[in-house]
Structures are given as C-alpha cells and as structure tokens.
C-alpha cells in the first residue's frame, strides 16, 4: 500500500502528505508515516500517548489485514515502545492490555484473510510477540501489586487523606462517566461527590456541547425533565454517549498544513517553504480517525 506525497520538509521531521497526485510526486508507505512523525518515540510523551494508543488501536481493529510486513513491523515497534514505557513507568497498564487484547481479537477474527499479506509463520510470530507482551504486562502487574502492599504497610500519604474539596476537583478532570463511577466505589465521600449533578452536567457539555445539532437533543433531554436542576445529567450523559460516542480530545495532535499539506505535532511546528507565497497560512489538527482513513487511501 502506497501513499502519494511531495517532500518540502522532511528535514524538519515535518511529514507532507499530498491528496493529489501528479508526475513530480514519489511515494511512500504507512511505515514511513509512522516512522517520520516519529510515533514509536512518541508513547514516552505524556501529551502523545493517548493519540498514538487510539492510532494504533484503529489500525489493528480495521486495517489489520491490509498492513503489509513494513507496517506491521512499525506496529509493533510502536507496542515494544509501549511495553518499555510501562516497565519504566507502571502507567497506562490498561489502555495497553486493551490494545493488545485487540490485536489478537482482529487476528482471529480476520482468519484466514490476513495471510494475503504477508505468510502464516509470519502471523503466527506476531501472535507469538502478542502472547510475550501480554506476559511481560502480567508480570509488570504482579511487581505492582508487591509494590502496592509494601508501601501500604507504611502508611504512606493516600488520596483518601486529600480534602473532600480537592477529591471534587481531581473527579471534574475525569472526561470518561465510567472512570466517574469507578472512582465513586473507592469511599463513601467519593460516592457523594460522584453523584454531585454539576460534575455530570459539565461532563455533558463538554463531551456534547460542541455540536449545535447535540446541543438542541440535549435540551430535548432537559425539557424531557421540565426541570433543568433537577435533570438526571448522568443518564443524560449515557444516552448522548451511545448515540454519538465520545469527542476526541487529545492534549497534542497531528496538524496538517493548508498550504504544503505536511503532517507534523503540533509542539514541533512547522517551517512552511510555501508561507511568503501564500500569506494565509493555516493548519487543521488531524483526529486518530482521520488519519488512519489518510494512511489507509
């Protein structure tokens, strides 16, 4: 699989991606996207991880058979970076046993289709680094669980000992209902500040609020309840939520610029060749989805 492009800026790690094809471009292929915008080294960055995890996830649920042996080596590659985060760190555990558990799920549902790229000893190896991820995960887990019950045997500092106001604040920062209600189940105190109707009501706005179109069904939802405060925002929230999923909200972001049409991190910036010609210079921030269907043309 191919992808058309001109190079302007490769030198400033800047990755140009061109929708339109002519004579003077070349090519290149999903693993040198993801080798020049650098994801493998990006799961260390607090602010990338997220995007780089939703990424690869997308590729492995919906362009798993289709990856050639390059691409599937730069996925991997982005995984064993990701393994070596957690051993360092000991976060994120979950998203990666996610991601993984993902992996071998397409694997299997894609059989036997996916041996068109690539041989069947070369996917029974990847299930086989799969399987070695996911023991190397146990065992981080198992180390943490040690970790854990020794510092508990010298009571040190916890997030009980906070005051209730400041548990309040960290809740409000949680942008998922579910990790809402899981934290409710820690402490009666939690429990209360769960069940607080603002946190909800934010959470809504802030997921929903965006859209005018989600906006209006929202306040359907609320003259459903003819009452605004005494609207139930948690079963709002959960009706919105399987209606139109979760905005896509990520601390750093691909962008691609309007001029050149180079991808790039945002944190990076980027030096346009084109910027004294077109004055108008402008760039739009690229979601995991949308990226991937660029990869995937």
Same mark, same amino acid.
């Given at each position: 699989?191919? &992808?058309? #492009?001109? /190079?302007?800026? *490769?030198?400033?790690?800047?990755?140009?991606?061109? !929708?339109?094809?002519?004579?003077?471009?070349?090519?290149?292929?999903?693993? *040198?996207?993801? *080798?020049?915008?650098?994801?493998?080294?990006?799961?260390?960055?607090?602010?990338? #991880?997220?995007?780089?995890? +939703?990424?690869?996830?997308?590729?492995?649920?919906?362009?798993?058979?289709? &990856?050639?042996?390059?691409?599937?080596?730069?996925?991997?590659?982005?995984?064993?970076?990701?393994?070596?985060?957690?051993?360092?760190?000991?976060?994120?555990?979950?998203?990666?046993?996610?991601?993984?558990?993902?992996?071998?799920?397409?694997?299997?549902?894609?059989?036997?289709?996916?041996?068109?790229?690539?041989?069947?000893? @070369?996917?029974?190896?990847?299930?086989?680094?799969?399987?070695?991820?996911?023991?190397?995960? +146990?065992?981080?887990?198992?180390?943490?669980?040690?970790?854990?019950?020794?510092?508990?045997?010298?009571?040190?500092?916890?997030?009980?000992? &906070?005051?209730?106001?400041?548990? =309040?604040?960290?809740?409000?920062? %949680?942008?998922?209902?579910?990790? /809402?209600?899981?934290?409710?189940?820690?402490?009666?105190?939690?429990?209360?500040?769960?069940?607080?109707?603002?946190?909800?009501? !934010?959470?809504?706005? #802030? $997921?929903?609020?965006? *859209? !005018?179109?989600?906006?209006? =069904?929202?306040?359907?939802?609320?003259? $459903?309840?003819?009452?605004?405060?005494?609207?139930?925002?948690?079963?709002?929230?959960?009706? %919105?939520?399987? =209606?139109?999923? $979760?905005?896509?909200?990520?601390?750093?972001?691909?962008?691609? @610029?309007?001029? @050149?049409? @180079?991808?790039?991190?945002?944190?990076?910036? $980027?030096?346009?060749?084109?910027?004294?010609?077109?004055?108008?210079?402008?760039?739009?921030? /690229?979601?995991?989805?949308?990226?991937?269907?660029?990869?995937?043309?």
């Amino acid at each position: 699989m191919k &992808l058309d #492009f001109k /190079i302007f800026c *490769d030198y400033n790690r800047n990755y140009p991606l061109r !929708e339109e094809v002519d004579e003077s471009s070349s090519n290149a292929s999903i693993s *040198d996207v993801l *080798d020049a915008l650098e994801m493998a080294n990006s799961v260390y960055n607090i602010r990338r #991880f997220n995007y780089v995890s +939703k990424v690869v996830q997308l590729l492995s649920k919906e362009k798993l058979s289709e &990856l050639s042996g390059n691409a599937q080596s730069a996925v991997f590659k982005i995984l064993q970076q990701m393994i070596d985060m957690v051993i360092k760190t000991g976060q994120n555990i979950s998203i990666i046993q996610r991601i993984l558990n993902q992996f071998r799920n397409s694997i299997r549902d894609s059989y036997p289709y996916f041996y068109y790229i690539g041989s069947e000893r @070369c996917w029974q190896r990847n299930i086989h680094t799969l399987t070695r991820m996911q023991d190397a995960l +146990k065992q981080i887990q198992v180390n943490l669980t040690k970790t854990n019950d020794e510092q508990n045997t010298q009571e040190l500092p916890t997030f009980d000992w &906070l005051p209730v106001e400041m548990q =309040r604040e960290i809740v409000r920062r %949680l942008d998922n209902g579910n990790d /809402i209600i899981n934290v409710g189940v820690l402490n009666s105190n939690l429990y209360r500040v769960t069940k607080e109707i603002l946190i909800w009501r !934010e959470l809504c706005l #802030f $997921h929903f609020g965006v *859209d !005018e179109n989600v906006r209006e =069904r929202i306040m359907k939802l609320i003259q $459903h309840n003819d009452d605004e405060n005494n609207c139930d925002w948690k079963d709002v929230y959960f009706k %919105l939520k399987r =209606r139109y999923g $979760h905005r896509e909200v990520y601390a750093e972001m691909i962008h691609q @610029c309007q001029i @050149c049409k @180079c991808l790039y991190w945002q944190d990076s910036g $980027h030096l346009c060749l084109y910027e004294t010609i077109n004055k108008s210079r402008s760039s739009i921030p /690229i979601s995991p989805t949308k990226l991937v269907s660029l990869l995937a043309q």
